[in-house]
């Protein structure tokens, strides 16, 4: 299915992991796309992989500047925008006690003030295509807590609301406002400290898939919100958790 042919995308922390997931199912969906994100060989080596329907842009999501010049190059070079995906993130996991206020700043800082920065910084631009949709990536975790994950928790459960808050302002502008909630995907992320793929699906056994998720799960979800197949979705919470918060 090609769902989104003549559509042109920014994927955020495109260069591995979910947002990867996602520019590879863009891309089969028939999107243009760029790879927005602080790795500069990754995104470059997937933009080269996928051919000249994706470019590769250096961006930090906590800097404006950083958004306005990746929104004009993506303008330049295929035209328009109609869709953003919100997907960079950061996680530390670590009790309470043991965290700096940096760590817990920065945490908010990439996660949802990076959400909020590109969300505004994206209007003009959704709008002078005639439209579209923002996909924020929010978590299981920003809809019921995890232990020993404060600042991750409380940035996602902020996407959420920011997110629901920017749904109903920019609907009637004619642009699509959703979040999907992702639950344990096998990512760089989720194996910081060397977690295997099998250590990683043991933790998930005791919920309905008995297994983690792919980034190709949430890239098909996202595909989905991107498409006019959800043309009434607005301010939709979509979970792709295999069952984790059933
Ligand atoms: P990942 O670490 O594999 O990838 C994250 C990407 O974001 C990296 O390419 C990184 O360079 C980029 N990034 C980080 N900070 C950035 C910044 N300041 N500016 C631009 N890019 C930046 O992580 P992932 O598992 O693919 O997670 C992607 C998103 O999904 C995150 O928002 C994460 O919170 C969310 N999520 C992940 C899981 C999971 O189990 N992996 C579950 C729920 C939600």
Redesign the pocket.
């Given at each position: 299915m090609r769902r989104l042919e003549n559509k042109v995308a920014i994927v955020?922390?495109g260069?591995?992991?979910?947002?990867e997931g996602i520019v590879r199912r863009f891309v089969e969906e028939g999107a243009r796309v760029v790879i927005a994100?602080?790795?500069e060989a990754e995104g470059r080596a997937l933009a080269a992989e996928l051919g000249d329907v994706t470019a590769f842009e250096t961006?930090?999501?906590?800097s404006r500047a950083d958004w306005d010049r990746v929104i004009a190059a993506t303008e330049a070079r295929f035209g328009k925008v109609d869709c953003l995906v919100n997907?960079?993130?950061?996680?530390i996991f670590k009790a309470l006690d043991d965290l700096t206020e940096e760590e817990m700043r920065r945490i908010i800082e990439?996660?949802l003030l990076?959400t909020m920065i590109g969300t505004q910084a994206i209007v003009p631009a959704i709008e002078r295509a005639g439209g579209g949709t923002i996909i924020n990536?929010s978590?299981?975790?920003g809809i019921s807590a995890a232990n020993g994950l404060s600042p991750y928790c409380a940035s996602k459960f902020g996407v959420r609301g920011f997110s629901q808050s920017v749904a109903l302002e920019l609907g009637p502008r004619g642009i699509r406002v959703n979040t999907i909630h992702?639950?344990?995907?096998y990512?760089?992320?989720?194996n910081q400290a060397g977690v295997t793929r099998e250590m990683f699906d043991m933790g998930f056994k005791i919920y309905p898939a008995q297994r983690a998720g792919d980034p190709a799960d949430i890239g098909a979800a996202a595909a989905f919100l991107a498409s006019d197949d959800a043309r009434y979705c607005i301010g939709t919470e979509l979970s792709v958790d295999g069952g984790l918060n059933a």
């Open positions: 955020t922390g260069a591995r992991g979910i947002g994100d602080l790795l961006l930090n999501v906590t997907n960079a993130g950061i996680l990439v996660n990076g990536m978590s299981a975790d992702p639950g344990g995907i990512t760089p992320l989720a």
